[in-house]
């Protein structure tokens, strides 16, 4: 079966970095988009970044614009966020779902990876 583990969470000071890992399984991974989402407490879940299956479009969220960088190897079937120069507000479940070339929603999710941003 499909499956999308995210990983390199954890906390870190406001000014710093981390880069998080989603490793797929079970999927033809080249052919799918890959997304980042994140939801904080009592907020909804929204799109932080967003890249197509050859990595030659990327789309950000107004908010982490040159802050956060997305990207995807996709001979190791992983798809990785550098987010660099944090906030608190940018703490989080932090998730990676794909979703098949030209359909809109996305077909599968990760457990997600929470990243707190200390101030």
């Known amino acids: 079966q499909v499956q999308l583990v995210e990983s390199g969470g954890g906390l870190v000071q406001a000014g710093g970095s981390l880069r998080l890992s989603c490793a797929a399984s079970?999927?033809?991974?080249?052919?799918?988009?890959m997304g980042w989402f994140r939801q904080a407490p009592g907020k909804e879940r929204e799109a932080v970044a967003t890249?197509?299956?050859?990595?030659?479009?990327?789309s950000y969220a107004d908010s982490v614009k040159g802050r956060f960088t997305i990207s995807r190897d996709n001979a190791k079937n992983t798809v990785y966020l550098q987010m660099n120069s944090l906030k608190p507000e940018d703490t989080a479940v932090y998730y990676c779902?794909?979703?098949?070339?030209?359909?809109?929603?996305?077909?599968?999710w990760g457990q997600g990876t929470q990243v707190t941003v200390s101030s």
């Open positions: 779902a794909a979703k098949i070339v030209g359909t809109l929603a996305y077909d599968y």
């Open positions: 890249i197509s299956w050859s990595g030659d479009s990327t």
């Open positions: 079970g999927l033809t991974f080249s052919t799918y988009y």
